[in-house]
């Protein structure tokens, strides 16, 4: 496999209650070539922050992470 690099932004954001963070990926070959964007998004906490297709929703107090995966 080729070197590549997946970057996610913002890489920290914090939320209120009800507010949403727009996440978006990117994948890029060592020659700067578009490998696409995430292929699945989770969060480590779902009774904190609920993600779909890169937008992550606070759904109340705490910390979770969101991952996505390419």
């Known amino acids: ?3 590549w690099t997946f970057t ?3 890489p920290t ?3 209120d209650v009800g507010q949403t963070a727009a996440y978006t990926t990117t994948a890029r ?3 700067g ?3 696409g964007a995430a292929s699945s998004w989770s969060s ?3 009774g904190v922050a609920t993600v779909s297709n890169g937008t992550a929703t606070c759904v109340s107090g705490g910390t ?3 991952t996505a995966t390419k």
Do not use: M
Request: charged fraction near 25%; glycine fraction near 0%.
């Open 44 to 46: 480590s906490n779902n």
């Open 29 to 31: 070959d060592t020659e």
């Open 8 to 10: 996610l932004t913002p």
């Open 1 to 3: 496999f080729a070197d």
């Open 13 to 15: 954001p914090t939320r």
């Open 33 to 35: 070539t578009d490998l």
């Open 64 to 66: 979770a992470t969101i």
